[in-house]
């Protein structure tokens, strides 16, 4: 399912599915953005509706622009393409088992 930031709604919606009951889910009309919640794994995301992306995960952070947003068949990655930039953040296992 690939998108262009200008179709914002729509990255709003799968966001918010993807993410849901996994943690804190925030969702307005600039930005998105997922935080772990405590015992679980540290994770978050943030994306704004300029393209901006915000990232962190156990040993590594990320900063960085896009403009293209692919989410995965299953809704368990999201992959962030900007002109020089490719970054996929996978939803960790200890997360998604929350979903069942």
Excluded at 30 to 52: E, Y
Aim: charge should be negative; proline fraction near 4%; glycine fraction near 4%.
């Amino acid at each position: 399912m690939e998108h262009h930031i200008s179709d914002w709604d729509e990255i709003s919606n799968l966001f918010a599915e993807m993410f849901q009951n996994l943690g804190e889910v925030e969702r307005s009309t600039n930005v998105l953005s997922f935080s772990s919640t405590k015992p679980h794994v540290t994770t978050a995301i943030m994306l704004t509706n300029d393209g901006q992306l915000v990232a962190s995960m156990p040993l590594h952070n990320i900063d960085s622009r896009f403009e293209r947003v692919i989410f995965d068949d299953s809704l368990e990655s999201i992959r962030l393409i900007g002109p020089t930039f490719d970054y996929t953040f996978t939803i960790p296992t200890e997360l998604l088992q929350l979903r069942l």
